[in-house]
């Protein structure tokens, strides 16, 4: 069974995290979704989600592509998440190019960076509603 792992915020759910959650799950046969607490999206990204942890939970565990969603509480826990969940491979929207890289030298684990869907983000919703209000 080939294990995958991703991290996010996953705010506003859109179909920009769809496509990347779907492909990262089409790479191998089980998906962790490692989801950015409260308190870890404020201190370490200074990003304020719209919805809370537990909802955000509750949206990503509702996506068929997503068998397992866990706490993401830091940016170092990811070498200890990979043995922990047995993942084989590392997946980030390519936004990331690169700042995981170190993953794969410091463990056994593939990371993959797949392209963003350019044209939606939470950043632009926001901003979309505004300017229609
Ligand atoms: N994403 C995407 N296309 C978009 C928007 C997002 O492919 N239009 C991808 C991102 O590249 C990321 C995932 O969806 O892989 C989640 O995006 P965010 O919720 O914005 O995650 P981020 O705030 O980048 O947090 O430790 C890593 C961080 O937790 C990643």
Known sequence: ???IITYGTFDML???????LKRAREMGDYLVVALSTDEFN???KQKKTYFSFEKRKQLLE???YVDL??????WEQ???DVALYNVDTLVMGDDWTGKFDFIASQTDTE????????EIST????KDLNKNN
């Open 123 to 126: 950043t632009q919703i926001k």
């Open 62 to 64: 509702a996506i068929r």
């Open 111 to 118: 990371v993959v960076y797949l392209k963003r869907t350019p």
């Open 14 to 20: 859109h179909y920009g995290h769809i496509n990347l």
């Open 78 to 80: 990811k070498v200890t």
């Open 69 to 74: 969603v866990i706490p993401e509480e830091s």
């Open 1 to 3: 069974m080939k294990r």
């Open 42 to 44: 404020w201190n370490s």
